[in-house]
Nanobody
């Protein structure tokens, strides 16, 4: 079984910064894409950023230039550095990892973290 543990969510003022972390543990062969999603009240869950095993990144237009996603493969951990936070960034942030459980199986499986609350006040 695979577990994802998220941390770093908090209440901050507009213009502040936070760093989210998500660590994967358990038995698996490899991790492919790691990403962050968020869901605000009354809104659909949306992709914030993701990063491939090769280091290629993708960002939502709303966070480009402010957020940076990175990963530490030795620690099976993905980070989201959030700068210049705005009230509209307020949401529950979820970590998602796409991984292979076995080397002989090409199928990828998605696992989700428990979510961490980010609240940005005006």
């Amino acid at each position: 079984q695979v577990q994802l543990v998220e941390s770093g969510g908090d209440l901050v003022q507009a213009g502040g910064s936070l760093r989210l972390s998500c660590a994967a543990s358990g038995r698996f062969f490899s991790i492919n894409v790691m990403g962050w999603y968020r869901q605000a009240p009354g809104k659909q869950r949306e992709l914030v950023a993701d990063i491939t095993s090769g280091g290629s990144t993708n960002y939502a237009d709303s966070v480009k230039g402010r957020f940076t996603i990175s990963r530490d493969n030795a620690k099976n951990t993905v980070y989201l550095q959030m700068n210049s936070l705005k009230p509209e960034d307020t949401a529950v942030y979820y970590c998602k990892v796409e991984l292979k459980l076995f080397s002989s199986n090409v199928r990828m499986y998605d696992y989700w973290g428990q979510g961490t609350q980010v609240t940005v006040s005006s």
